[in-house]
């Protein structure tokens, strides 16, 4: 899978995660503090990573910011983005089950290198919805950014 990347700083978790991405056989793109040269202001960085999804050039995106507040608010804004903001691996799996997320935004403050593992694991094993609820619930926010369009 293709997955953009990006965080504000260069922290240890974010190399961590570049790392276990390239790992499990993802093809990573990164942006901000981890681009030499990119904007690595966390509204932009998050912008971009997201509009690499919302394109198709990249099939999903982590992005990173000190709280992963900020980072998840800018994917948000990119119509088709789907982003969710996981401090835990239960919640990366109903993101990915319920939501059909396909932007994961992480807090470099909070994710610990085992967390991440965690996290990853579980955003990567759970398949998008099935249930005929969670569908419209996921058209029905797609009909959301159609009106913002
Ligand atoms: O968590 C964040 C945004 O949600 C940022 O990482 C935090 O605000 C730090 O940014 P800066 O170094 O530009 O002050």
């Not at 990347?5 to 981890?34: N, Q, T």
């Not at 990173?64 to 982003?83: D, E, L």
């Not at 691996?89 to 935004?105: F, Q, S």
Request: hydrophobic share 45%; with cysteine; net charge negative.
């Amino acid at each position: 899978m293709r997955i953009s990347v990006s965080s504000d700083m260069d922290e240890p978790v974010a190399r961590l995660l570049l790392g276990e991405l390239r790992a499990r056989g993802h093809d990573v793109a990164p942006h901000g503090a981890l681009s030499p040269g990119a904007d690595p202001r966390w509204a932009a960085c998050s912008e971009a990573a997201a509009r690499e999804v919302a394109d198709g050039t990249a099939d999903q995106a982590v992005v990173c910011c000190w709280t992963g507040t900020g980072a998840s608010i800018a994917a948000n804004k990119v119509p088709g983005v789907r982003a969710a903001l996981c401090t835990d691996a239960y919640t990366a799996d109903g993101a990915r089950r319920w939501n059909d997320a396909n932007v994961l935004a992480l807090s470099l403050r909070l994710t610990s290198g085992p967390l991440l593992k965690e996290i990853l694991d579980a955003w990567f094993a759970a398949d998008a919805p099935q249930d005929a609820e969670d569908r419209e619930n996921v058209a029905r926010v797609a009909r959301l950014d159609e009106a913002r369009r």
